[in-house]
């Protein structure tokens, strides 16, 4: 049995001053019976197991890995308090992180989908007639976990030195493959970086939007209206000024990739002003390390968004939207203790004094 005990980071409105785990879930009610022998003692601020909403277990930089690595991914992740992920697109099979308990929550979305020249060699699944992308969310819908993930723009080569980032699918096939996903019970969300994909995403009725560097004001105050979660992937984009630099062929897609990467924190903040629900993802995977959720959290702050507010969609509100139990009565306990407030400084996810998943204490540290 643990006694977590200090301060318990339930939602934005609660928090207690305890919480007790026994075989292996929540309890707010102090249990009876138990030898004090039998407990082991958590102290400081305790909060729901962090979420990576853009994650990528069993990705590398040149497509999928072996499973020895996807492992030490799970696990880098898990380490660093990141307890849940929904795995925004994979190449790889990760079914078997299910049976390990010692391994994070995985909610899939199948593989990207994507067209021929028109995303990171080895990583998507290619369609070669944009018509076949209801058929292939369809597909996608039943090897994922509820989710569907598209590439929604990229840059296109052919046009040569005007290549630049342009919409991959045709608005009414893309307003068609929406609602097969949503007929199959799944929700999409679409990685987008530019301007021109984004009408056709807000038409068809996506859910989540990845990146979103190309929001205009005006589609700003219509995702916020909608209750569209953005995942701004700070990380990432922090990578749009060396992207550019290696596009010498390319100097329009440069050009925007520099204009992107230079407002990045004050898209971010305008995001939040709106009233946009923000996420927190990482995407890890490919050419970012796993377990760098605390440095896309501090990267969000260094934007503009308070503290408290990245926390909570770090954690209980990315739990709640995701419909994954966080710290409430009979949870599955899974949580991180650290030895400050991160609501007064976001730095402290970085530094966890304990990570508890499925109730058992997974890592230590000090």
């Known amino acids: 049995m643990l006694h977590v005990r200090g301060r318990v980071l339930a939602g934005d409105d609660d928090v207690r001053d305890q919480l007790w785990v026994v075989d292996g879930r929540v309890t707010f009610d102090p249990p009876r019976g138990r030898r004090s022998a039998d407990v082991v003692t958590l102290d400081g601020w305790a909060l729901p197991g962090l979420v990576d909403v853009h994650c990528h277990i069993g990705l ?15 696990l880098a992740d898990r380490d660093a308090g990141t307890l849940l992920v929904r795995d925004a697109g994979s190449p790889a099979d990760t079914r078997w992180v299910d049976d390990r308990p010692d391994l994070p929550r995985v909610l899939r979305a199948g593989r990207h989908l994507a067209r021929p020249r028109r995303y990171l060699r080895h990583y998507g699944r290619e369609l070669a007639d944009v018509g076949e992308l209801p058929a292939a969310v369809a597909e996608e819908t039943a090897r994922g976990d509820g989710w569907v993930k598209l590439v929604a723009d990229w840059i296109d080569r052919d046009l040569g030195p005007d290549g630049d980032l342009r919409p991959l ?17 799944a929700r999409v969300t679409a990685h987008t970086f530019s301007t021109e994909a984004v009408p056709g ?9 990845e990146h979103g560097t190309g929001l205009l004001p005006e589609h700003v105050d219509e995702v916020a209206r909608r209750g569209i979660p953005v995942v701004p992937t700070l990380l990432q984009v922090d990578q749009f000024e060396a992207i550019a630099a290696q596009a010498v062929r390319y100097p329009r897609f440069a050009e925007r990739m520099r204009r992107l990467h230079a407002r990045r924190y004050a898209h971010v903040r305008d995001l939040h002003d709106a009233g946009v629900r923000l996420l927190v993802g990482t995407d890890a995977g490919g050419t970012i390390e796993h377990g760098r959720l605390p440095d896309e959290a501090a990267e969000m702050v260094r934007a503009g968004v308070p503290a408290a507010d990245v926390v909570a969609a770090a954690s209980w509100r990315a739990r709640e939207y995701l419909g994954v139990p966080g710290l409430s009565e009979g949870a599955p306990a899974d949580l991180v203790v ?16 304990a990570v508890v998943l499925r109730g058992r204490v997974v890592g230590t540290h000090g």
């Open 60 to 74: 590398g930089a040149d497509g999928p890995v072996e499973r020895d690595v996807a492992e030490r991914q799970a």
């Open 169 to 185: 699918w045709p608005d009414d096939v893309l307003a068609e493959a929406v609602r097969t996903a949503h007929a199959g019970g």
């Open 201 to 209: 995403l807000l038409a068809a009725g996506v859910d989540c939007i």
């Open 338 to 353: 650290l030895a400050a407030d991160p609501r007064d400084d976001v730095r402290a996810l970085g530094h966890p004094r």
